[in-house]
């Protein structure tokens, strides 16, 4: 998965070499994907708590689960 930074809280992220670049908006907490639109998004709104992908309840997609990991890796970085 590749992950660009776009601005503070927004990144772009593409699954697969030949795959759509979908964009993850943090402070929003949302994705363009289908799956985030469409199953993550109403569990949101329905007041679920955080589950991340691959769960089958999950409340977040792949996209910005894999964000979250990366920003903890960077994160590990600085403190070490």
Do not use: W, Y
């Not at 990144?11 to 795959?19: E, I, L």
């Not at 679920?48 to 920003?71: D, G, M, N, W």
């Amino acid at each position: 998965m590749t992950i660009k930074r776009v601005n503070r809280g927004m990144f772009f992220v593409q699954s697969a070499p030949d795959s759509q670049e979908h964009i993850v908006d943090l402070r929003e907490r949302t994705c363009t994907c289908r799956d985030d639109m469409c199953r993550c998004l109403p569990r949101r709104k329905a007041g679920a708590a955080f589950v991340a992908s691959p769960a089958p309840e999950r409340t977040v997609c792949k996209h910005i689960t894999a964000v979250l990991i990366e920003l903890g890796r960077e994160e590990a970085k600085n403190i070490t």
